[in-house]
Each structure stands twice: as structure tokens, then as C-alpha cells.
């Protein structure tokens, strides 16, 4: 069963995902900040991870960065959603080594193709 990690502080979004994706049998761990996340995609170390920008402690440009510069990270897509949905938002992000980036709301349904896309690619 392929990993997935969400960190997001918005409860309703988080719970919603990891519902979601559980219902489409991945394994999915939920964090609501930013060093809890990075903390848990070096312990849990999932096949992908969905981040939000906004998080109440650090951004989540630090936190891909940072996920990014572990040997043991670096290769895990990352996925950005936000609700930040100017361009200057979205190439910070690439620019920090994030995969792709999903603006918010987003369909549900769409989140699941650029996941099974991503991870199809690992295989």
C-alpha cells in the first residue's frame, strides 16, 4: 500500500483527504503544521506528500526546501495546494522542488489523477 503524506492545518481539508485517499486504499498520516511534517517525511518517509503553503508555524516553501535537502527525502514528490493562486506563488514553489501544484478548491477527483499520475511514475 503506497504512503501519502498531507500536512495542512485546515482540519476540514485534512480530514476530507485522508478520508478520501483512504478510500482509494493508500495509507495516508496527517499533520497540521510545518516541522511536525518534515519531522514526519523523514520517520514515515511516504511515497508522495501534499502540502499546503499557509501552516501556522512555517511556511510550506520552507518545508519543501527543507524535505528536499535530506538524501533521504529528496525524491519524494511533492504536490503543493493552495489557495495562493498568483504566479509569483506558483514558481516559488517549483522552485523549492515542489512536483506540481493544485489550487484550492480543488476536485477531489483531480487531486486523485495527479496522485495516481505521480506515483505511477515511481513504479
Excluded at 42 to 52: A, M, Q, T, V
Amino acid at each position: 500500500m503506497q504512503k501519502i503524506l498531507v500536512i495542512d492545518d485546515e482540519k476540514n481539508i485534512l480530514n476530507t483527504i485522508v478520508m478520501y485517499l483512504e478510500g482509494h486504499d493508500y495509507n495516508v498520516q496527517a499533520i497540521s503544521n510545518g516541522l511536525d511534517g518534515i519531522k514526519a517525511a523523514k520517520d514515515y518517509l511516504p511515497d508522495l506528500i501534499l502540502l499546503d503553503l499557509v501552516l501556522p508555524d512555517i511556511d510550506g516553501y520552507l518545508v519543501c526546501k527543507t524535505i528536499k535537502e535530506f538524501s533521504v527525502t529528496e525524491k519524494i514528490p511533492v504536490i503543493i495546494m493552495s489557495a495562493k493562486c498568483q504566479q509569483i506563488d506558483i514558481d516559488k514553489a517549483f522552485d523549492v522542488g515542489a512536483l506540481d501544484y493544485i489550487m484550492k478548491p480543488f476536485e477531489p477527483q483531480k487531486l486523485l489523477e495527479k496522485i495516481h499520475h505521480y506515483l505511477k511514475e515511481l513504479v
